[in-house]
Each structure stands twice: as C-alpha cells, then as structure tokens.
C-alpha cells in the first residue's frame, strides 16, 4: 500500500554536529512533502516543505533533500542543538486533495 | 500568532461515558482533522472535515464520531469510551491542496479511559 517510511527509528548525533534524517516514500503521485518536529508533551510543529518540482529547499540551519529518482527524503539539520531533540516525522500528500501520508517518525537525540 | 486549540490538554474518563474532544482554530482553514497517536504506531487518522457540515472517515473511525457546525470548530465524539482508546489525540487544520497547505496542530489532549 502507500506508506511514507523512515530508514531509522532513533538517532542519536553529539552536539553541534549535522544530522540527517532519512524517509522513503511510494506513491508516485505525490507533490508535496514536509517534515514536523514534535517535541514531548506537544503537537508537531511544521518545520519545512518541498514541493516536487524542487530537489533541495533552505530554511534556517535545515535543509529538506528530495530525490525523486529513488523517491527518497531527508532532512538535514545543521550545528545540531538540544533543543532539537525531538521526534520528526516526514508526509507527503500522496496526490490527496485532503489527507497527509504520515511516516512513523524518528527519534532524534543528542548527546552533550 | 495563528493558533489550533484544543480544550484540554489532560482528561481522564470512565468507560462507558460519552467523551467530547474540542478543537477551534482562527486561521479560517477550511480543512480539519483528527488524529490519535500511540507509541510506535505513528499519526493515524480518524476523521477530517474539508468543509462545514461534511465529514470524512480515516483510517480508524470506528468508536468515533465528528461534528463541524461551524468553520471554526471541529468536535470528535466518543459515544462510550473504552480503554483502547486511551491515547493522544491531536487536532489540525490545514487550507486546501493547491495552496501552501501544511497543517497546524494543536497541543493534544491526553485522554484516559478507567
């Protein structure tokens, strides 16, 4: 069936270096893909979006990476802090005019 | 500051009762969904609404109902609680496809079953 996927469950990065967080999606009709940060105890917060005539959009110490050849999706943060820590999830709209397609998520968590 | 809220953040109810989870948001969005979340099983849908007065069935409906009276307002029902639904429930908007349409989340209510 269409899933969103993730390749890891955790991950855990040192301080102040990048992390890469990696999805795998299948429905070939989707355009249009986001990652949320869920911090604990809270709803997930909208971090940043590509739609699929790009392959690389820059927010702030994030970049999404889209590779539609392999239908695959990463989100790259930068300097990693503690207050990153956090469970982030990647969708995509699987050609909805409504619904997300929810990945599992992945626990991201850093270490002093 | 635009906003999803959800009424409460905690509930603990009996089984059996009759539950009303409330969301409101201000963003005038057309699009409202209702999800729960339990560890390791993710995001799962149960309702959403793509306009006032129309519902849709997710992925998990069953033991759940919705009503949208109004744009701002969407309400998910628990005609008789059970402990299986003892969860997080997450509310969010969204605008319709075709525009920058990430969703909005509220902060969740914590519901328990006893």
């Known amino acids: 069936g269409e899933s969103v996927g993730l390749h890891l469950p955790t991950l855990s990065v040192q301080e102040g270096d990048n992390s890469i967080i990696n999805c795998a999606y299948s429905n070939s009709a989707s355009d249009y893909f986001i990652w949320y940060k869920q911090e604990s105890g809270k709803g997930p917060q909208f971090i940043i979006d590509?739609?699929?005539n790009m392959d690389k959009r820059q927010g702030q110490r994030v970049t999404v990476l889209l590779n539609k050849t392999v239908k695959h999706l990463s989100l790259q943060i930068a300097a990693t802090q503690p207050g990153d820590s956090a469970v982030y999830f990647c969708?995509?709209?699987?050609?909805?005019?409504?619904?997300?397609?929810w990945g599992a998520g992945t626990k991201l968590i850093i270490k002093p | 500051d635009v906003k999803v809220t959800q009424s409460s953040r905690y509930l603990v109810k009996r089984t059996g009762e009759k539950v009303f989870l409330e969301c409101v948001q201000d963003?005038?969005?057309?699009?409202m969904f209702w999800y729960r979340q339990d560890p390791g099983l993710g995001l799962r849908l149960i309702y959403f609404s793509y306009d006032v007065k129309m519902k849709e069935k997710g992925d998990i409906p069953e033991g759940y109902s919705v009503s949208r009276e109004k744009k701002e307002r969407f309400s998910l029902i628990l005609e008789s609680a059970s402990t299986n639904q003892t969860s997080m429930y997450l509310c969010?908007?969204?605008?319709?496809?075709?525009?920058?349409?990430?969703?909005?989340f509220g902060s969740g209510t914590r519901l328990t079953v006893v």
């Open positions: 969708a995509e709209n699987g050609g909805s005019n409504y619904q997300l397609i």
């Open positions: 963003m005038d969005h057309e699009n």
């Open positions: 590509i739609r699929s």
């Open positions: 969010a908007s969204s605008l319709p496809r075709g525009q920058p349409y990430g969703y909005t």
